[in-house]
């Protein structure tokens, strides 16, 4: 049988939907040329703003035949879920309003659209999907008008008050003139996101996506990004800028049914969800198999990359992720750079995350199993890494942990090797809640169990103040394991540890710098913490197995670890290893470029 001729769909400013999309006859909506697209297909937009909502109505069969909708090769091509607004009238200070009415929204106003959910916190004010923009730039939403009448302080705000089919709309802007500015406000819930789940094997890469109106999205309900995969499979999310959604950036999560937004008021409420999900088919057959690689992620005001479930089997790489959760008028327990329910076999590499704000830089919470993260650089986060409830096995290694709280931990199966903590360490006992761990490899549920705290492994990690390890020693720990570990700046380890130095006077002074080409790392070492100390590469066989579970730490593909690489993938003395995570130079301090990456 003749192999099916695959097309090339073109969009441009200049087109018409009732083009045939090629080259020289353009269609003019990228939601035209996804209305015609088949797998194997080739969506090309060229330079423009795109407004409109991209539903894509099917995807690939596979990973040869996707659908791939791609910005043409040097363009800029920017997707928004926004519309421009004139016809502002000055009120006072620094005050405009407008009013607009319903159907300029069309189908969804998201002034009227209040953020709720499970495990929302709207600490005691009425939160809006929608949001004002200045020159591209999101302005905050306050709650009384006479808040929004005062100057400028420190930031701009809107408020918006609706009245019968008209939502009136007062904006700050200091020293201009929103009728001759690029003023715009949300009108769409999302920007690239399908109403159905199971459209599987899409890519979408080089375009900058911005600006939606999504809501809440928890690990019990159908969590809607920016852009997001809705329950599907083998999408490829890469090349992107994606910014300002008024929750989530991009989302790998769950579907939607009857019980979304119904199990807030006891753990087992989610160990039902998942059930649920196990019948709707979470499966590594059909579900996850992601890749979100080398975006930009920024100003979200939930997370930057959410998925309960389906972010299983992924793998999340290269990407910068910042200033997420900053503005805090609203709270919640879902907010992070970072934030999975049941990553099973995914990897989290190589990513740059910073100024993230409630719960922190990436949160790993229930059914971390399976699951890598490996030289990423954290800094300037609420904390950096908070694992969850899980039992693993879980692998930490080759991280740079910059912020003033590095970990917080409450999970049993983790292996942390070859880190920096330039910060606290905090362990947090859950001794009553039951979580699952699974099959090996799969999303069948093995067994329910509390988490066993001590059963973590540390080895090789550069630990620098506070109280290190030792707090460790109150459970008078049965399972963990520690070794090779250096303790600096007042940092003491745990009684467990074996082969540890303590050189409690030695401030590294580590320091990160932004410089025009980059993140640069400046620390100063010391060489006796190799010549006086001898260490083993890290391998599987040093990991044992995770003790609830009772699994090994190999890779998703079941080949053995040996973690005989740092940071930058330079090969480690396999006689000696250094300690941290960069292989030893054997010099006195140290400065290197740490993101983006050589």
């Known amino acids: 049988m003749a192999k099916q001729k695959c097309m090339v769909y073109h969009v441009a400013k200049n087109g018409s939907d009732g083009n045939s999309g090629a080259l020289d006859k353009p269609l003019l909506t990228i939601s035209a040329a996804a209305a015609i697209a088949q797998p194997g297909d080739v969506i090309t937009v060229h330079e423009g703003v795109y407004r409109e909502r991209i539903n894509p109505p099917r995807g690939g069969i596979s990973d040869e035949r996707r659908i791939v909708y791609q910005a043409a090769k040097g363009a800029q091509v920017v997707i928004k879920g926004s519309e421009v607004v004139k016809g502002w009238t000055f009120v006072k200070n620094d005050t405009w309003q407008v009013t607009l009415p319903d159907d300029f929204f069309g189908a969804f106003n998201p002034f009227k659209d209040v953020i709720t959910g499970d495990w929302f916190k709207a600490k005691g004010k009425v939160h809006h999907t929608g949001a004002v ?16 009448c005062q100057p400028v302080g420190k930031a701009a705000y809107w408020f918006a ?5 008209n939502v009136t709309i007062w904006a700050q802007f200091k020293g201009v003139d929103p009728n001759k500015q690029d003023v715009e406000v949300n009108a769409r819930q999302t920007v690239f996101y399908p109403k159905k789940p199971g459209i599987n094997y899409i890519t979408v890469q080089g375009f900058t996506m911005a600006h939606a109106a999504n809501n809440w999205a928890p690990p019990t309900a159908e969590q809607i990004g920016l852009i997001g995969t809705h329950w599907s499979k083998g999408w490829v999310i890469e090349n992107n800028t994606i910014r300002y959604a008024a929750c989530s950036g991009v989302a790998l999560g769950k579907h939607g049914d009857a019980f979304d937004n119904t199990s807030q008021d006891s753990a087992e409420g989610y160990i039902v969800t998942i059930k649920r999900a196990l019948k709707q088919g979470w499966s590594k057959e059909n579900i996850g198999h992601h890749v979100v690689r080398n975006n930009h992620i920024s100003h979200c005001g939930q997370a930057g990359i959410v998925g309960s479930l389906g972010a299983a089997f992924s793998t999340i790489t290269g990407n910068e992720v910042h200033d997420i959760h900053l503005e ?8 992070a750079g970072i934030k999975f329910h049941g990553a099973i076999d995914t990897v989290i590499s190589h990513n740059h995350i910073y100024r993230c704000g409630g719960h922190g ?5 229930w059914m971390t199993q399976g699951t890598r993260v490996t030289g990423n650089l954290f800094h300037d986060n609420s904390r950096d890494l908070f694992v969850e409830v899980n039992h693993g096995p879980f692998l930490i290694d080759n991280n740079l942990f910059l912020s003033p709280i590095n ?13 920096v903590f330039g910060g606290l360490i905090k362990y947090h006992p859950e001794l009553t809640r039951e979580t699952p761990y699974l099959k090996v490899h799969r999303t069948a549920i093995a067994g329910i169990s509390i988490v066993v705290g001590d059963d973590n492994r540390f080895y090789n990690n550069l630990i620098v103040g506070y109280d290190g390890l030792s707090f460790y020693d109150a459970l008078k720990p049965k399972n963990l394991q520690a070794q090779g570990n250096v303790y600096l700046d007042g940092a003491k380890p745990s009684c467990e540890d074996r082969n540890a130095l303590v050189a409690g006077d030695f401030d590294p002074a580590i320091k990160l710098t932004k410089k025009n080409n980059g993140w640069w790392l400046t620390m100063a070492v010391d060489p006796v913490w190799s010549e006086n100390h001898s260490r ?3 391998t599987t066989d040093t990991l044992g197995k995770a003790l609830k579970p009772n699994l090994p730490y190999v890779t998703p593909d079941e080949v053995p670890y040996s973690l005989d690489t740092d940071y930058f993938n330079n090969a480690r003395n396999r006689a000696n290893p250094a300690v941290g995570p960069f292989v030893d130079s054997g010099a006195i301090s140290i400065c290197l470029k740490v993101w983006p990456k050589q």
């Open 133 to 148: 923009y200045l020159d591209a730039l999101g302005l905050a939403e306050t709650f009384t008008l006479n808040a929004v």
């Open 161 to 165: 008050q609706t009245t019968g089919d």
């Open 328 to 335: 805090r008028e609203f709270d919640g327990e879902e907010m």
């Open 361 to 365: 830089g990436m949160w790993l919470d």
């Open 407 to 419: 970990l917080f931990e409450n999970s049993g199966g983790g292996a942390y090797v070859h880190n």
């Open 536 to 538: 083993d590469i890290v």
